[in-house]
């Protein structure tokens, strides 16, 4: 099993431009989370999605952040414009039940 | 100006001690309740979980207690080894309700083991 795939794993771009994020979930999970991690503060939800519906997306941050799933194999979280603010490493995770969830490696973001 | 990050606890142990990493939670409504490691660069990985109808789990080399009553959880690792060296995770989540879904993580615990 490969597990969570993430990708970019790491992503430099200048402040302004737009930053795609990808996410491919375990085969067979029905639910796919999209998470922040900074020092500041720790891991946050940002949006979680049930058989490919965003069903929360009370944590992202503001509306230059949006994300998609258009299949069950697939997701997309878009900053457009970045900010050097948006720093962090974003972590992809699924799950097949409300318990246990499965990590993707990250991807590290420097928006300089 | 320099941000002020996170101050994480940490614990330090020789290799082959055991290792005691604790945690208090807030929601009394939670009923489910995980550990996760995370090792430098990479992503969370699940180490245990416990439900609330029990007080103590184990796995290979580690056990999860659970205190219902002062909120509290714990995770003991038998004979630590450097290869356990991480940042650990408590996470909760309610048992019911719309957010059933959702963990909410701790801030973490890094733990280091010195050879």
Known sequence: DAGVIQSPRHEVTEMGQEVTLR????????SLFWYRQTMMRGLELLIYFNNNVPIDDSGMPEDRFSAKMPNASFSTLKIQPSEPRDSAVYFCASSHSVYEQYFGPGTRLTVT | GESVGLHLPTLSVQEGDNSIINCAYSNSASD???WYKQESGKGPQFIIDIRSNMDKRQGQRVT?????????LSLQIAATQPGDSAVYFCAEKPGSGGSNYKLTFGKGTLLTVNP
Not at chain 1, 23 to 30: E, R, V, Y
Not at chain 2, 67 to 72: D, G, L, S, Y
């Open chain 1, 23 to 30: 996410c491919k979930p375990i085969s067979g999970h029905n």
């Open chain 2, 64 to 72: 999860v207690l659970l205190n219902k009553t002062v909120k509290h």
């Open chain 2, 32 to 34: 489910y309740f995980i």
